[in-house]
């Protein structure tokens, strides 16, 4: 934040979610802090005491799939040695009075998305990115028609100690459960009360005013402009079928979404020239996030519409996407709390920063 600019000091509501909502101060940025370390880039291609490592197979659990082969694999799929869900018990769900308790019952794989040891994802080939995600694809299918039973599937990518990364591998997980996280849950059921009331899907209105909206506020006593927005500040990269987009609530101060542009609910129903291009749009935008914050520790993670009919109706109102979320702060007790995220870089001077890198 420069000296001309002054400060933002605002909560901002999520359009999606309207319960959660940002703090956005930005005088807090200039506080003496404790940020998080960069994480440690092991850069190695391959080290011959890493389970996930070419070569290693016999250190892990056997391979479930491996694209494109099992003999000369890039992509290789097993199951998680500590898994926190898991089919080899069952059991009735439990009711103590007040106290219920589901079985923990369902899936936990690991997907070694790399054969190269130290791989960040912004390294990895458009082509190569596309086959993680259609391995994703792939095994999102074969698990939901696996057992009726799995509500949901999460796909996600931890990176660095502070995102919850054990293995310095490159490598994602997928988790498949008998119920809807609550997050997702939100997300579901506010879209669809909006679609109810506008007969507009919400992520689709949010990337066309992206897109297309502008405007400036004036302060009613002074004249001076409050706050202007300018068609496009809010996206971060553009493709032929993906948008990569800085939200206007952002819990994280890198925090980016990865939407298709046209509405697509579910993520196993993206076809493979949806994948290619969504791969273009997610290395273009992991570059430009190096380059500004190079080694930064981050999750992935992603939100499509959960399988269940409780949901069935929710196709024209939800839309499946990516959400990147950097770790570049440690929470504090105010946000644990409160559970009101604190951003103290404007989304608006995060995105700028974003658009400028040079490609």
Known sequence: ?????????????????????????????????KAEEPAPRDTRKHVETCPFCFGNEDKTPPTIAAYPDADDWQIRIVENLYPVLGDDRHQAGLVLGLQQAIDGYGRHEVIIDHRQHGIAVHEMSEAHLANVFRAYRQRMDELYRSDPRLKYILAFKNFGPAAGASIAHTHSQIIAMPVVPENVYNEVHFSRTYFQKHHLCIFCSLIDEALTFEATIYDRQSGKIRRKINVGQYVIERGERFIAIKPFASRFEWEMHILPLQHQATFPLADDDDLQDFARVLKRAMTRLDSVIGGAQYNYFLHSLPHSDEFADCTP???????????????????????????????????????????
């Open 1 to 33: 934040m420069s000296e001309d600019t002054p400060p933002i000091r605002e909560i901002r509501i999520n359009p999606v979610v309207p319960s959660e909502s940002v703090l956005v101060a930005t005088a807090r940025g200039m506080r003496p802090r």
């Open 317 to 359: 109102s939800y839309h499946w996407h990516l959400e990147i979320c950097p770790r570049t702060s440690i929470p504090t007790g105010f946000e644990l709390g409160s559970g009101l995220a604190v951003n103290t870089i404007s989304p608006e001077a995060a995105a700028e920063l974003l658009r400028a890198v040079k490609l």
